[in-house]
């Protein structure tokens, strides 16, 4: 069974999600923490829970979501797995976020590509990955079916009550519906939705109420 730990980092309110199984294995996905004391709640979390870090995974590139991508892959020793046409937006992180006033340490370009179909393993557990264009060109979910419930770590593509922008670089709203209809919301209903800002939420509650999704 895979554990999920939500923290809240940066402030953008980014949720960077720590996952684990009873092996203690843990991949981390979408590190946004940004300042030292972020930094430091997250270590200790992982310090004291006993875990071992065997992955970083970015289910899209933006500054919010990889502020502590450099300060991960230094300290575990771990390679950035995100979707090749995202990695633009990755390589361009500290550049972009100094345009915001946020000073960000570059992370590297030495990165693992993952595509449509990939399954990401740690521990005992597996998570697939689900190509979701829309938000970003590269945005991915990470999809663990074997769950009970189901859940995704859904990115910026889809939030309780909303939908991902589509006016930032390399947004585009038809391949959003195209997306969201046709993959995610075609996950079973009790499939929990871990998004990348805001509360969790269910693919049923989403698809009754959310007005996006009209
Ligand atoms: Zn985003
Ligand atoms: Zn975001």
Redesign the pocket.
Known sequence: MIQIRTFYFND?R?CTYVLWDDTNECVIVDPGCNTGSERERMVKFIEITGLVPVKLLNTHG?F??VMGNAFVERKWKLKTHIHPLDKPQLMRAAAYSEMFGYNVEQPTSDTVDINEGDIIEFGKSKLKVIWTPGHTRGGVVFYAPEEKPPFIIA??SLFAGSVGRTDLPGGDYDELMDSLHNKILKLEGDCKIYP??GPQTTIKNELESNPYLK
Do not use: K
């Open positions: 953008l980014e933006h919010d979501h990115g910026d990348g800002h």
